[in-house]
């Protein structure tokens, strides 16, 4: 699959070519690296709920931001660094897809390697059925994927390795499910006047999943693909998340909206943030908030009011729900429960990475019933992608 199969199943929008993309967006390539860590781009309003950043561009300020902001942001932009470059989308896909198949590997290859063996006894089946258990598919799709396996080697036999990768690669692309829509709404809407309102994209999960890193590496894929984004840093427990998230936005020339102290409430920085992108005619707004809540009372009362407060400015598009996917059945646990108090719309698997148990994604999806729809492979600021079944698949057999 290439760059124009994929790029309207991630954002819902046309594709736009690199040449189109890099003249709306970029104004001079930067390094493409990480983030640095000093966040220290934009400027800041003591005392208000919420501020409006600007991104390291001349960009005229919103009227939210012109309510709060002291000086002329121009000024700013005399020094800014260069803009970065979101990675070519094309070359992405395939670069991550060999990273796919590089962690993915150890459950596809042996997987094969028992499916090609000339008879197979209960004691290979057992092998295989443990293999599926250990990468996390989760004890009912493993019985399923037996049954099914079963089934075809006894029906057609399995001569040769070529079958059995075929005969595989069906039945795992059967659990991950192709029919799912993981396309994400990111098309702005409509409001009761009339008036342009952006999607808006809340973005849920337990802290140190990924979901700042997610939300900036989103933001570069929206912004690459010729969308106007605005970030709100809503996860106001962790002061540096704020300036972690402002960094990513400034790199791309995206503001942020958040608060200068720590502990405020995050459904003010939610609203402003959305009240901001309205005003601003963005196409979407990209909400972080909090994981750190200790017991489901608390986050459903958090996510609930944070929800509530958006929804008189624009209504949610969706709701993303981070997981690591090391984290194997901690992270299924965690999905039952933002999933029952947060409405999640789409799953964000990080660390596909740092683990051979890709079967996560079968367990998470049967769990909450939302298709996955990005995965992360790194942390680079470019490594987040659009899942996709049959590359997810193939990546895990291996090329
Ligand atoms: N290897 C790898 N690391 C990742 C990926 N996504 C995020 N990370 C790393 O995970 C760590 C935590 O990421 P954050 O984005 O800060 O996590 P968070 O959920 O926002 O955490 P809190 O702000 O504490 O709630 C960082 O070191 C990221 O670089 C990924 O796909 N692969």
Redesign the pocket.
């Known amino acids: 699959m290439d760059l124009t199969d994929l790029l309207p199943v991630l954002i819902g929008a046309p594709v736009v070519v690199a040449g189109a993309v890099a003249a709306v967006v970029v104004r001079r390539r930067g390094s493409g690296a ?1 983030p640095p860590a000093d966040g220290s781009t934009g400027t800041s309003t003591p005392g208000a709920a919420a501020t409006v950043v600007p991104p390291d561009v001349a960009v005229e300020p919103t009227a939210a931001a012109a309510e709060t902001m002291p000086s002329p942001v121009a000024a700013d932009a005399v020094t800014a660094p260069p803009l970065d470059t979101p990675a070519p989308t094309a070359g992405r896909l395939r670069r991550l897809r060999e990273r796919l198949a590089r962690s993915g590997s150890p459950l596809g290859a042996r997987l094969l390697t028992v499916l090609s063996r000339d008879h197979l006894g209960e004691d290979d089946w057992d092998e295989l059925e443990e293999t599926l258990l250990l990468a996390d598919i989760g004890a009912g799709p493993t019985d399923e994927l037996m049954t099914a396996l079963r089934t075809r080697v006894r029906v057609d036999g399995v001569q040769d390795g070529t079958q059995a990768r075929a005969v595989l690669r069906e039945q795992l692309l059967a659990l991950v499910d192709p029919a799912l829509d993981r396309g994400l709404r990111t098309t702005p809407g409509t409001a009761e006047d009339g008036s342009r309102v952006p999607a808006v994209v809340m973005v849920v ?13 989103l933001a570069r894929v929206l912004v690459a693909d010729g969308s106007t984004v605005v970030l709100g840093a809503a ?1 106001t ?2 002061a ?2 704020a300036d ?1 998230l402002q960094t990513w936005g400034s790199r791309v020339g995206v503001r942020t909206v958040r608060s200068d102290r720590d502990g405020a409430d995050p459904a003010a920085v939610a609203f402003d943030a959305v009240k901001a992108g309205r005003a601003d005619g963005a196409d979407v707004v990209l909400v ?1 908030t ?3 809540l200790q017991n489901k009372t608390g986050l459903m009362d958090e996510l609930g009011k944070i929800t509530r407060v958006i929804t008189r400015e624009a209504p949610l598009s969706e709701v993303l729900l ?1 997981l ?2 090391t984290t194997g059945q901690n992270g299924l646990q965690q999905a039952r429960v933002f999933g029952e108090v947060a409405g999640v719309t789409g799953i964000v698997l ?5 683990t051979a148990k890709g079967g996560i994604v079968v367990a998470v999806q049967r769990e909450l019933g939302v298709p996955v729809k990005l ?5 680079g600021p470019d ?2 992608a659009p899942f996709d079944p049959e590359a997810f698949v193939d990546g895990l057999l291996g090329d």
Do not use: H, I, M, S
């Open positions: 990480r999960g337990v802290n140190g999943t990924g979901k700042t890193t997610t939300v900036g590496k996860d427990f962790r540096a998340a972690q972080d909090a994981g750190r981070v690591d996917a990080t660390k596909l990475d740092g995965v992360g492979l790194g942390e490594d987040l």
